[in-house]
C-alpha cells in the first residue's frame, strides 16, 4: 500500500453532544499548520496546552485542550495534534473547519475512514491484528468481547501468531538446508526430530485456532432462527430470552408478520435472536375454535421472508407445540430446513401437555421440553445454545479473531496437514514439504500483516469510523 504523506484531520469523537470533543491531526510536519492555529509552534511534546482556539480574524471559537505528539511517538508514528474542546457538534465543525483552514497550504485534508490507524500500521506503530482490534474494542457490544480486544490490542494475538512462525521458519530452514547440501546423505527427518517439531507446531496452531474461534463467537455472536408454525410460541420465547416484550403475543394465528430481532447474551456471547412469521399453508389444518383465515399477500411474504432467514441461520430453534404433539405441518417444515445447520427441536407449552422440563438428545436434534409462559425449562435451552456454539469457560485469554483470521488459521492448518504427508515419504518429498512449509508462513503472515494484499488493506480500514 502506498503511503500517502499529505496531513490529514477529522472529528475523533463520536456524532452528538457530549461534555468534550477531539478534533486531531497527523501528518509528516505539522509546524506551518500549527504556526497558522496559534502563531507559534512553542508546545511542549505530550504537555497540555489550555488555550483559545480562534477564527482566522482572532474571533474565539472555544477554549480547550491542545496536545502535541511529536513523531514517531504518536498514535500513528506522525506528527499528532489534538484539539479538545466543548463537544457540541456545531463547535466541532467549526474547529475542524479552521484546522483544514489552516492546513491550506501543506495539504491537510479530511482523513477517510481508519486513515488515523492505517498510518499507524504503516508506520510499524501496529501490525495488522492490533489495527483491527482497535476497532473491535470501539465496537464491543460486552464486557468479554473488550477484554478480548484489548487482548489483541496489547499484542497478545500477534505474539502466539508470530511464535509460531518462527517455529515454521526453524523447521523450514532445516528442510531447505538439506535441500541445498544433498550431498551429505543424511536421513534428514530422523536426525532433526523434523516430524516432532511438526507435530508440535500442529498442536500449538490447534490451540490458538481454538482460541480465536471462541473470540470470534464474542465478536460476531450467532444468527438464532425461531422457526415453526403459527401460535406455537415463537414471540413467548423471544420475549423470554430477551428479558422484555420485544414482540407481540397473541393467541390471534399470524399475529408475526415480519422479522424481530433482539440480541441477547449469555455468558458474554452475543445471541442474534431473529423471530419469524409462522409458517403454514393454504391447505393445513385448523384447530378446534380457531377461524379458518386463508393466508392474505402479507402473511405470505412473511412467510417468504421467514425460510430466507432459516438459509442463513447458524442455529434453527423449530418450535413446536407439546400439548397436541408433531404434525405433518411440522414434518413438512423440518423437511425444509438447510443440511449441515444445527437444529434444536424446542417442545414449548409443557404447562398444557404435562411434561417436565427436559433435554432428549435424538438421533435427529437435541429435544427440549420448555414453558415460554412459565419461564420453566429456559436455563436448559441456553445451556444447548452456548454447547452448539462450542463456548466453553476455559479461563484462558481469548483473541477477538475476524472471520479472515479463523480462515488464515484454517489453511494453515491445511498446509501443515500436507507437510505431514510428505514427511511420511521419509526424503523423498523434502522440497514439497518445504513448499508447504512456506505455504503455512505465508498464511500466518496474512494475520498481522507481513504477507497482506493491499486490496485486503483497503477493505479492513474502509470499515473503521471517521476519525480513527
Excluded at 504518536?74 to 475542524?96: I, K, N
Aim: negative net charge.
Amino acid at each position: 500500500m502506498i503511503y500517502d504523506p499529505i496531513p490529514i484531520a477529522a472529528i475523533a469523537t463520536a456524532p452528538g453532544r457530549g461534555g468534550i470533543g477531539v478534533v486531531r491531526i497527523s501528518g509528516k510536519d505539522l509546524a506551518s499548520v500549527v504556526t497558522a492555529l496559534f502563531g507559534h509552534t512553542q508546545f511542549k511534546p505530550r504537555h497540555a496546552s489550555y488555550l483559545p482556539f480562534t477564527q482566522a480574524d482572532g474571533t474565539v471559537i472555544d477554549q480547550g485542550i491542545a496536545i502535541y505528539f511529536k513523531a514517531p511517538h504518536s498514535y500513528t508514528g506522525e506528527d499528532v495534534l489534538e484539539l479538545q474542546g466543548h463537544g457540541g457538534p456545531v463547535v466541532m465543525q467549526m474547529l475542524l473547519a479552521r484546522c483544514l483552514e489552516a492546513g491550506r497550504d501543506a495539504g491537510l485534508r479530511l482523513a477517510e475512514p481508519g486513515e488515523f490507524t492505517q498510518r499507524a500500521f504503516l508506520n510499524d506503530k501496529l501490525d495488522l491484528a492490533q489495527a483491527e482490534a482497535v476497532s473491535d474494542l470501539i465496537e464491543a457490544s460486552t464486557e468479554a468481547a473488550a477484554k478480548s480486544a484489548s487482548q489483541s490490542l496489547s499484542g497478545a494475538f500477534s505474539k502466539v501468531i508470530h511464535a509460531l512462525v518462527e517455529k515454521v521458519v526453524h523447521l523450514r530452514m532445516l528442510v531447505e538446508a538439506t535441500l541445498d547440501f544433498p550431498e551429505e546423505e543424511i536421513d534428514f527427518l530422523e536426525k532433526s526430530n523434523a516430524r516432532g517439531q511438526l507435530a508440535t507446531i500442529q498442536a500449538a496452531l490447534q490451540k490458538v485456532f481454538e482460541q480465536a474461534a471462541q473470540g470470534a463467537l464474542l465478536r460476531a455472536g450467532l444468527n438464532v432462527v425461531l422457526a415453526g408454525q403459527p401460535n406455537v410460541g415463537k414471540s413467548s420465547l423471544l420475549n423470554v430470552l430477551a428479558g422484555d416484550d420485544v414482540a407481540i403475543v397473541t393467541p390471534i394465528a399470524g399475529t408475526t408478520r415480519d422479522k424481530v430481532t433482539e440480541t441477547i447474551h449469555i455468558e458474554g456471547i452475543p445471541l442474534n435472536i431473529i423471530d419469524t412469521a409462522g409458517i403454514r399453508h393454504e391447505h393445513d389444518e385448523v384447530e378446534e375454535g380457531q377461524i379458518a383465515n386463508a393466508i392474505d399477500t402479507v402473511e405470505r411474504i412473511g412467510i417468504e421472508r421467514t425460510w430466507a432467514e432459516v438459509e442463513k441461520a447458524d442455529v434453527i430453534l423449530h418450535l413446536l407445540d407439546a400439548s397436541r404433539g408433531p404434525t405433518r405441518a411440522d414434518e413438512a417444515i423440518v423437511a425444509r430446513f438447510p443440511e449441515g445447520v444445527p437444529v434444536i427441536r424446542i417442545w414449548n407449552k409443557i404447562d398444557l401437555s404435562g411434561h417436565h422440563a427436559s433435554v432428549d438428545e435424538m438421533s435427529d436434534a437435541t429435544h427440549i421440553y420448555l414453558s415460554a409462559h412459565e419461564h420453566t425449562g429456559i436455563d436448559l435451552l441456553r445451556k444447548e445454545l452456548l454447547r452448539i456454539a462450542g463456548w466453553e469457560q476455559t479461563g484462558e485469554s481469548l483473541y477477538l479473531a475476524r472471520e479472515r483470521h479463523l480462515i488464515a488459521l484454517k489453511h494453515a492448518h491445511e498446509h501443515l496437514q500436507n507437510a505431514a504427508e510428505y514427511a511420511a515419504q521419509n526424503d523423498q518429498s523434502l522440497d514439497l514439504f518445504a513448499e508447504e512449509l512456506r505455504l503455512t508462513q505465508d498464511r500466518l503472515n496474512s494475520i498481522t500483516g507481513e504477507f497482506t494484499s493491499d486490496d485486503l488493506l483497503g477493505v479492513i480500514f474502509s470499515r473503521f469510523c471517521i476519525g480513527k
